[in-house]
């Protein structure tokens, strides 16, 4: 391990240190994974009360070690953490309240973590605690304390495994009173991960390095020469073949993902892994049978699932043999899951039963509530990976018993945490929506708002940089929610490798809103030139059957319905003088949304399209400047005559009134409306009469 220390960079104060040696774990995925491992230090300082006190200034809860600032740290009184000692047992919800309570700062600062009595009956002034790679390799076996002994020595203390929370801390205070043997620097702790500490930052950071070095040497050691997973049974596909494969088959995966429970609360986002050092690891033969045994740490498990589903396929197999396939291992796992959760007395199981999906040749696909969680999920996994690769060469790969897997799995303060996010789900949490045109405009504020209701969004746009702006800032907000992508639509290909890329970052699709859109040329019929027919209808209709094909492939793979919502305007419903060519395309969208309406009904697929009239876009004011133009008015007067001529006095229909209809549409409350016009257009002339 590179000892990355620099003095320079570590701060003045002992709080920017505990900062710095944060930073410096968090950002090494074989230390710790996202959200994970955590660090304190011991400080005297002043409280609200104007009194001096000894606190514990610790990671607080929600705060991720490669990005966290002094602001992530909780502030406790040490004297009355100490007082935990005194407790035989409390519940974690007793344990986190009693934490609660001994906050210096509780109006300011993140609540405590689980892990805070970790940090508070360990003596050390600064302490750092990683779910590592190298001491895992050691414990993730049948005999970790021998592993422990013969790789580290005596400077390392070993805790057999025993349940993060209150059990860990009970075990700690009965075990070191009065802190661990003064010789130590670290104390390994079973199946869990290693803690190190030090008198100053540096020295607690030197002393991570010199035991996960010492650790990794007798790992690498024994894993000389050695195919630990045994010889290679899928031969590895070249990347173009393998993300083929993986776009057929993440849509069929996330669909058998969202049924297999049928509770119809599970509909997560996908991410693809192919790293060529997985691709090798999950090829041996005994991987599979290692990968039952579970993952690499307790937090592994409510992140990557208690165990992977290691699906033997044959990939070159047809969409519907492979689904087939794909249906009868994801019940045959769902069935042995309920088994095991109800063997450890859990009735009730969980909708994320299942989170990692390995398929030998190809990789791994990880499933999460949203694109940030299966990222965390994929990270995690991989992080295990590694270690069930050292657990294997050094004895071999040994996770907890069921019993204290299912413990971990089902622990009500970590399930509660996640069914209350479940509680307040935005109207389109989980679901995957495709915007075409997406830059400007109707499609640009649909976009923000079905980001605000949870969707993730795929955009495209032929002004790449218009619709790259749109995706910054909806992921500035909440990350990973949205992707740009250029898409001419008026060109069936780029469409379809589009929509193979959504495919490739979320997983699948749920919705399709289709808004690309070019203004009308004004011809008299007798002189509209071919070449504008062909460009309207290009862009208002082929390029919609197009979107529609791709769309409509996934969703069917996915089985689980899906909503296709189109742009059409006014003039589909209400011919106007010069806009034949514009108008007849924008008809032929129509008729078309009805087809498929008629067509993919039966799959729970609904196609409905928004009548919009009026609405204040780009296309809107270039058009309003020319009428103004050629009837001798002003804009404003212009304006004037449209809010006299409408029902509703308004002159213009702002963008989002439209978004506000798409998000109707693309939501589960318009389950029972297809093949239907929602007019906005504030009553011009617009509704069909
Ligand atoms: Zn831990």
Known sequence: MNNLWKDSDAGKTELDQVVYLSNLVGRDPTLVQPGGGNTSVKLDEGDLFGASASALVVKGSGTDLRTITAEGFTHLYSDRLAALQNFDSMTDEGMMEFMQACMLFPGRDPLPSVETPLHALLPAKFIAHTHDIATLSLTDTPSPRQHVASALGSAVAFLEYVRPGFPLAKRLAQLYADGPPATTTGLVMEKHGLTVWGDTARECYENLVAIIDKAEAFVAERSEGKEVFGPQTAPTLDITTRRKHASTLLPIVRGELSRATGSGNWHPVLVFTDAPENLEEIAGETFAAAAAKGVMTPEHILRAGVRPLVLDLDLDSDPT?????????????YGDYIDYAKTHEQNNPIPDFLKTVVIPGLGIISAGRDRRSATVAAD?????????????????FEFLSDADACEMEYWPLERRKIEEKAKSRPELDGKVAVIVGAANGIGRATAFRFAAEG???????????GVTEVANRINSESSERAYAVRMDASDPNEISSSFHEAVMRFGGIDVLFYSAGIAPGMHSVVDVPNSEVERQSAIHFEGAVAATREAAKVMLAQGTGGRLIYNASKAAFAPGPGAAAYGAAKAALVHYARNVAVELGRHGITANYINADAVDTRLFRERLAERAQETGKTEEE??????????????????????????FLASDRSAYTTGCAITVGGGHEAFPR
């Open 321 to 333: 043999k492979l689904k087939d396939d794909v249906h009868k291992s994801v019940a045959s796992f």
């Open 380 to 396: 995690c996994y991989r992080a295990t990976l590694d270690a069930m690769a050292g657990a294997e060469a050094v004895e071999s």
């Open 455 to 465: 969707a993730h969004v795929a955009l495209g746009d032929i002004d790449f940089d």
């Open 638 to 663: 212009m304006l004037q005559y449209y809010a006299e001529r409408s029902v509703l006095g308004k002159a213009v229909i702002p963008p989002e009134a439209v978004a506000e209809a798409a998000v």
